[in-house]
Protein backbone atom coordinates (compact mmCIF):
# COMPACT_ATOMS: atom_id res chain seq x y z
CA UNK A 1 0.00 0.00 0.00
CA UNK A 2 1.38 3.76 -1.33
CA UNK A 3 2.10 5.87 1.38
CA UNK A 4 -0.43 9.22 1.92
CA UNK A 5 2.37 11.50 1.02
CA UNK A 6 3.45 10.04 -1.88
CA UNK A 7 -0.45 9.62 -3.39
CA UNK A 8 -0.82 13.68 -2.65
CA UNK A 9 2.67 14.26 -4.50
CA UNK A 10 1.35 12.26 -7.39
CA UNK A 11 -1.83 14.14 -7.56
CA UNK A 12 -0.02 17.78 -7.07
CA UNK A 13 2.30 17.07 -10.34
CA UNK A 14 -1.13 16.16 -12.74
CA UNK A 15 -2.76 19.35 -11.35
CA UNK A 16 -0.21 21.54 -11.74
CA UNK A 17 0.58 19.86 -15.26
CA UNK A 18 -3.14 20.11 -16.51
CA UNK A 19 -2.75 23.87 -15.46
CA UNK A 20 0.14 24.53 -17.18
CA UNK A 21 -1.14 23.02 -20.33
CA UNK A 22 -4.45 25.22 -20.40
CA UNK A 23 -2.29 28.14 -19.48
CA UNK A 24 -0.34 28.27 -22.64
CA UNK A 25 -3.53 27.78 -25.16
CA UNK A 26 -5.43 30.52 -23.82
CA UNK A 27 -2.61 33.02 -23.93
CA UNK A 28 -1.49 31.74 -27.67
CA UNK A 29 -5.07 32.02 -28.91
CA UNK A 30 -6.22 35.70 -28.63
CA UNK A 31 -2.61 36.82 -29.23
CA UNK A 32 -3.09 35.16 -32.74
CA UNK A 33 -6.37 36.25 -33.04
CA UNK A 34 -5.47 39.87 -32.33
CA UNK A 35 -2.23 39.67 -34.75
CA UNK A 36 -4.95 38.80 -37.40
CA UNK A 37 -7.17 41.65 -36.91
CA UNK A 38 -4.32 43.76 -37.27
CA UNK A 39 -2.67 42.51 -39.91
CA UNK A 40 -6.50 42.88 -41.57
CA UNK A 41 -6.67 46.28 -40.60
CA UNK A 42 -3.87 47.16 -41.88
CA UNK A 43 -4.05 45.71 -45.30
CA UNK A 44 -7.15 46.88 -45.78
CA UNK A 45 -6.19 50.80 -44.82
CA UNK A 46 -3.67 50.59 -47.08
CA UNK A 47 -5.99 49.42 -49.76
CA UNK A 48 -8.07 52.36 -49.02
CA UNK A 49 -5.77 54.80 -49.01
CA UNK A 50 -4.25 53.50 -52.53
CA UNK A 51 -7.84 53.39 -53.80
CA UNK A 52 -8.34 57.00 -52.93
CA UNK A 53 -4.74 57.88 -54.56
CA UNK A 54 -6.17 56.70 -57.33
CA UNK A 55 -9.76 57.95 -57.75
CA UNK A 56 -7.54 61.69 -56.80
CA UNK A 57 -5.06 61.03 -59.62
CA UNK A 58 -7.95 59.74 -61.98
CA UNK A 59 -9.87 62.96 -61.49
CA UNK A 60 -6.98 65.03 -61.87
CA UNK A 61 -6.26 63.51 -65.23
CA UNK A 62 -9.75 63.99 -66.32
CA UNK A 63 -9.82 67.66 -65.19
CA UNK A 64 -6.07 67.97 -67.67
CA UNK A 65 -7.26 66.35 -70.16
CA UNK A 66 -10.56 68.49 -70.21
CA UNK A 67 -8.70 72.02 -70.16
CA UNK A 68 -6.09 70.58 -73.08
CA UNK A 69 -8.70 69.53 -74.79
CA UNK A 70 -10.31 73.13 -74.51
CA UNK A 71 -6.91 75.06 -75.13
CA UNK A 72 -6.92 72.75 -77.76
CA UNK A 73 -10.35 73.69 -79.88
CA UNK A 74 -10.06 77.28 -79.31
CA UNK A 75 -6.10 77.22 -80.58
CA UNK A 76 -7.92 75.19 -83.68
CA UNK A 77 -10.89 77.49 -84.24
CA UNK A 78 -8.36 80.78 -84.13
CA UNK A 79 -5.90 78.61 -86.50
CA UNK A 80 -8.91 78.34 -88.75
CA UNK A 81 -10.23 81.66 -88.51
CA UNK A 82 -6.91 82.75 -89.34
CA UNK A 83 -5.81 80.53 -92.20
CA UNK A 84 -9.31 81.52 -93.79
CA UNK A 85 -8.37 85.46 -94.14
CA UNK A 86 -4.64 84.32 -95.04
CA UNK A 87 -2.20 86.97 -92.76
CA UNK A 88 -3.96 89.67 -90.33
CA UNK A 89 -3.12 93.27 -89.31
CA UNK A 90 -4.75 94.61 -86.13
CA UNK A 91 -3.94 98.21 -86.27
CA UNK A 92 -5.28 100.41 -83.12
CA UNK A 93 -5.78 103.53 -82.24
CA UNK A 94 -5.90 104.17 -78.46
CA UNK A 95 -5.85 107.52 -76.86
CA UNK A 96 -7.21 106.59 -73.46
CA UNK A 97 -5.81 102.96 -73.32
CA UNK A 98 -9.47 101.45 -73.13
CA UNK A 99 -9.45 99.96 -76.83
CA UNK A 100 -5.41 98.87 -76.72
CA UNK A 101 -5.93 95.79 -74.76
CA UNK A 102 -9.00 94.41 -76.77
CA UNK A 103 -6.85 95.32 -80.12
CA UNK A 104 -4.26 92.98 -78.35
CA UNK A 105 -7.01 90.07 -77.57
CA UNK A 106 -7.47 90.19 -81.41
CA UNK A 107 -3.90 90.21 -82.23
CA UNK A 108 -3.13 87.16 -79.86
CA UNK A 109 -6.23 85.19 -80.65
CA UNK A 110 -5.87 85.59 -84.48
CA UNK A 111 -1.34 85.39 -84.49
CA UNK A 112 -2.04 88.71 -85.94
CA UNK A 113 0.32 91.56 -86.05
CA UNK A 114 -0.22 94.50 -83.88
CA UNK A 115 -0.03 97.92 -85.01
CA UNK A 116 -0.30 101.11 -83.08
CA UNK A 117 -1.43 104.18 -85.06
CA UNK A 118 -0.25 107.69 -83.39
CA UNK A 119 -0.72 110.70 -84.05
CA UNK A 120 2.25 113.02 -85.43
CA UNK A 121 1.16 115.05 -82.71
CA UNK A 122 -0.21 113.88 -80.06
CA UNK A 123 -3.38 114.11 -78.18
CA UNK A 124 -3.33 115.54 -75.03
CA UNK A 125 -5.88 115.74 -72.07
CA UNK A 126 -7.20 118.92 -73.63
CA UNK A 127 -7.71 118.10 -76.65
CA UNK A 128 -10.24 115.12 -76.08
CA UNK A 129 -12.14 117.84 -73.36
CA UNK A 130 -15.49 117.70 -75.20
CA UNK A 131 -17.77 120.63 -75.98
CA UNK A 132 -14.76 123.04 -75.27
CA UNK A 133 -13.99 124.12 -78.97
CA UNK A 134 -11.24 121.53 -78.19
CA UNK A 135 -9.09 119.48 -80.98
CA UNK A 136 -10.91 117.04 -81.19
CA UNK A 137 -14.42 118.87 -81.42
CA UNK A 138 -12.85 120.60 -84.31
CA UNK A 139 -11.67 117.95 -86.26
CA UNK A 140 -14.60 116.11 -85.58
CA UNK A 141 -16.47 118.73 -87.18
CA UNK A 142 -14.49 118.46 -90.16
CA UNK A 143 -14.99 115.45 -92.75
CA UNK A 144 -11.84 116.41 -94.85
CA UNK A 145 -9.87 116.58 -91.41
CA UNK A 146 -7.17 114.06 -91.52
CA UNK A 147 -4.52 114.38 -88.71
CA UNK A 148 -1.41 113.22 -89.65
CA UNK A 149 0.26 109.76 -88.35
CA UNK A 150 3.43 109.22 -86.77
CA UNK A 151 4.37 105.77 -87.95
CA UNK A 152 3.34 103.40 -90.94
CA UNK A 153 2.75 99.87 -91.60
CA UNK A 154 5.61 98.01 -93.51
CA UNK A 155 4.90 95.67 -96.49
CA UNK A 156 0.61 96.46 -96.19
CA UNK A 157 0.43 94.33 -98.88
CA UNK A 158 1.35 91.33 -97.66
CA UNK A 159 -2.01 91.10 -95.60
CA UNK A 160 -5.10 90.13 -96.85
CA UNK A 161 -7.22 90.79 -93.66
CA UNK A 162 -7.07 94.23 -91.88
CA UNK A 163 -9.34 94.55 -88.58
CA UNK A 164 -9.50 98.55 -87.10
CA UNK A 165 -10.18 98.75 -83.84
CA UNK A 166 -10.75 102.31 -82.24
CA UNK A 167 -12.81 104.08 -79.94
CA UNK A 168 -16.05 106.82 -80.96
CA UNK A 169 -15.93 110.28 -80.75
CA UNK A 170 -18.67 112.28 -81.30
CA UNK A 171 -20.64 109.24 -82.31
CA UNK A 172 -18.46 108.24 -84.93
CA UNK A 173 -14.46 107.52 -85.86
CA UNK A 174 -11.43 109.61 -85.08
CA UNK A 175 -10.05 111.32 -88.00
CA UNK A 176 -6.84 109.72 -87.70
CA UNK A 177 -8.77 106.30 -88.88
CA UNK A 178 -9.90 107.59 -92.03
CA UNK A 179 -6.04 109.11 -92.49
CA UNK A 180 -4.90 105.11 -91.68
CA UNK A 181 -7.49 103.92 -94.43
CA UNK A 182 -6.62 106.97 -97.41
CA UNK A 183 -3.00 105.94 -96.53
CA UNK A 184 -2.80 102.86 -98.16
CA UNK A 185 -4.66 100.67 -100.96
CA UNK A 186 -7.19 97.93 -99.56
CA UNK A 187 -8.54 96.89 -102.81
CA UNK A 188 -9.07 93.53 -102.31
CA UNK A 189 -8.26 92.88 -98.83
CA UNK A 190 -11.14 92.35 -96.07
CA UNK A 191 -11.78 95.00 -93.81
CA UNK A 192 -13.52 95.03 -89.99
CA UNK A 193 -13.53 97.35 -87.99
CA UNK A 194 -14.60 97.43 -83.52
CA UNK A 195 -15.35 100.29 -81.41
CA UNK A 196 -14.80 100.78 -77.59
CA UNK A 197 -17.08 103.42 -75.77
CA UNK A 198 -18.68 104.00 -72.14
CA UNK A 199 -21.98 104.38 -73.96
CA UNK A 200 -21.97 105.40 -77.31
CA UNK A 201 -23.24 102.79 -80.22
CA UNK A 202 -21.18 102.15 -83.09
CA UNK A 203 -23.74 104.66 -85.10
CA UNK A 204 -22.67 105.48 -88.63
CA UNK A 205 -18.99 105.00 -88.02
CA UNK A 206 -18.48 101.98 -90.10
CA UNK A 207 -20.75 102.82 -92.66
CA UNK A 208 -18.65 106.07 -93.46
CA UNK A 209 -14.93 104.88 -93.32
CA UNK A 210 -16.69 101.77 -95.60
CA UNK A 211 -16.82 104.30 -98.08
CA UNK A 212 -13.18 105.61 -97.92
CA UNK A 213 -12.39 101.92 -99.40
CA UNK A 214 -15.22 100.77 -101.59
CA UNK A 215 -12.48 97.92 -103.42
CA UNK A 216 -12.24 95.84 -99.89
CA UNK A 217 -14.81 93.11 -98.84
CA UNK A 218 -16.04 94.69 -95.18
CA UNK A 219 -16.82 92.22 -92.57
CA UNK A 220 -20.23 93.30 -89.87
CA UNK A 221 -18.32 95.85 -87.05
CA UNK A 222 -19.07 95.65 -84.06
CA UNK A 223 -18.86 98.05 -80.42
CA UNK A 224 -17.46 96.78 -77.14
CA UNK A 225 -18.13 98.17 -73.59
CA UNK A 226 -14.96 99.52 -72.00
CA UNK A 227 -13.28 96.40 -69.90
CA UNK A 228 -14.71 93.99 -72.44
CA UNK A 229 -13.14 90.50 -71.95
CA UNK A 230 -10.44 88.62 -74.19
CA UNK A 231 -13.36 85.40 -74.07
CA UNK A 232 -16.13 88.06 -75.88
CA UNK A 233 -13.58 88.97 -78.67
CA UNK A 234 -12.52 85.74 -79.08
CA UNK A 235 -16.08 84.22 -79.49
CA UNK A 236 -16.87 87.42 -82.17
CA UNK A 237 -14.06 86.62 -84.55
CA UNK A 238 -15.02 83.33 -84.49
CA UNK A 239 -17.63 84.44 -85.42
CA UNK A 240 -17.30 86.77 -88.09
CA UNK A 241 -14.73 85.59 -89.37
CA UNK A 242 -15.95 81.84 -89.83
CA UNK A 243 -15.23 80.81 -93.14
Known amino acids: MKSPALFSTLLL ?5 FFAACSDDGSSSPTGAGEAVESSVSQDGKSSATSKDETSS ?22 SANKSRGKTLVAYFSRTGNTKPLAEYAAEYLDATLFEITA ?14 CRADREQKDESARPEIATAVENMDEYDTVIIAHPIWHGIAPRIISTFLESYDFSGKT ?15 AKLLQELTPNSTWLESKRFAIG ?8 WLEEVLRP
Open 120 to 133: KTPYTDEDIAYYTD
Open 13 to 17: ALFLG
Open 58 to 79: SSESTVLSNSANSSSATSSSAT
Open 191 to 205: LLTFCTSASSPLGQS
Open 228 to 235: TSREEIEE
